[in-house]
C-alpha cells in the first residue's frame, strides 16, 4: 500500500512565523502536490513538483514556497505566516500524472 | 467557472437505494477522471478512476464517463450509512499540463 504521511496533524503558529510542512511517501513516486481545503472552495493546488528540484505552480502560489530535495519528500513553507493561510493543507502523491493520487492524513494548521 | 462542476448537495437517499453523483467538466482536452471518498475530518481516498467513453464497474460502484457531453457521474448501489461522505469529482487538465483539478465536492447522506 502507498503510504504518505504529514509531519503533524494539528499545527498553531502566530503571524509572521515561519512554518513548514513536510510530507514523505514510500512508493517512488515522481510527482507530489500541496493542496489546501476550506469549507466551500473544495481542494486547491499550491504547488506540485514532477522530479527532484523541480516544481511547478499550482492555483494559489502565493505566500507559499517548496523544496523537493529528495525524490520521497516535498515540503511546502509559509514565509510569514498569516491568518488568511489558516486551513487544511493536504499532500498527495501519484507515480503519473495521467493517475490518481494518494494523499497524507493532513494538517489542520491555525494562524493566531 | 470552475473547470469541474459538482452539486455540493447534500444529495439524501434511503438505505439500499442507489446514489447516483453528477460532474461535468469544461476542459476537453482531460484524459483522466476520478472519484475520491471523504470522510469529516479525513483525507480524500481513491475510489475509481475512469479514462475512457462508457462504463467501469467495481463492486457497488460503477464510473460513467461521457467525454462527447463533458460528464463523470458515480453510482453507487445498495447505499449504506457508511457511504455517507463527500465525494470529489477531479480530472486532468488537457494541453499536456495534466494537472489535476477537483470540484468541491458533493455531500451524501444515507439514511437507514
Known amino acids: 500500500d502507498v503510504k504518505v504521511t504529514q509531519s503533524s496533524r494539528y499545527l498553531v503558529k502566530r503571524t509572521g512565523e515561519k512554518v513548514f510542512l513536510e510530507c514523505v511517501q514510500d512508493m517512488d513516486h515522481e510527482n507530489m502536490f500541496w493542496y489546501r481545503q476550506d469549507p466551500g472552495l473544495g481542494l486547491r493546488l499550491i504547488y506540485f513538483s514532477y522530479d527532484v528540484k523541480m516544481k511547478e505552480k499550482g492555483d494559489i502560489p502565493e505566500g507559499y514556497s517548496v523544496s523537493r530535495e529528495k525524490k520521497e519528500r516535498f515540503s511546502l513553507i509559509l514565509e510569514s505566516a498569516s491568518t488568511s493561510q489558516t486551513s487544511m493543507y493536504l499532500c498527495a502523491s501519484s507515480i503519473n500524472r495521467l493517475y490518481e493520487q494518494y494523499f497524507g492524513p493532513g494538517t489542520r494548521l491555525t494562524v493566531t | 467557472q470552475k473547470e469541474v462542476e459538482q452539486n455540493s448537495g447534500p444529495l439524501s437517499v434511503p438505505e439500499g437505494a442507489i446514489a447516483s453523483l453528477n460532474c461535468t467538466y469544461s476542459?476537453?482536452?482531460?484524459?483522466?477522471f476520478f472519484w475520491y471518498r471523504q470522510y469529516s475530518g479525513k483525507s480524500p481516498e481513491l475510489i475509481m478512476s475512469?479514462?475512457?467513453?462508457g462504463d467501469k464497474e467495481d463492486g457497488r460502484f460503477t464510473a460513467q464517463l461521457n467525454k462527447a457531453s463533458q460528464y463523470v457521474s458515480l453510482l453507487i448501489r445498495d447505499s449504506q450509512p457508511s457511504d455517507s461522505a463527500t465525494y470529489l469529482c477531479?480530472?486532468?487538465?488537457?494541453?499536456?499540463?495534466?494537472?489535476?483539478?477537483f470540484g468541491r465536492g458533493t455531500s451524501l447522506i444515507v439514511h437507514p
Open positions: 476542459d476537453r482536452g482531460s484524459q483522466s
Open positions: 477531479a480530472g486532468t487538465r488537457g494541453g499536456g499540463s495534466y494537472i489535476p483539478t
Open positions: 475512469i479514462y475512457s467513453n
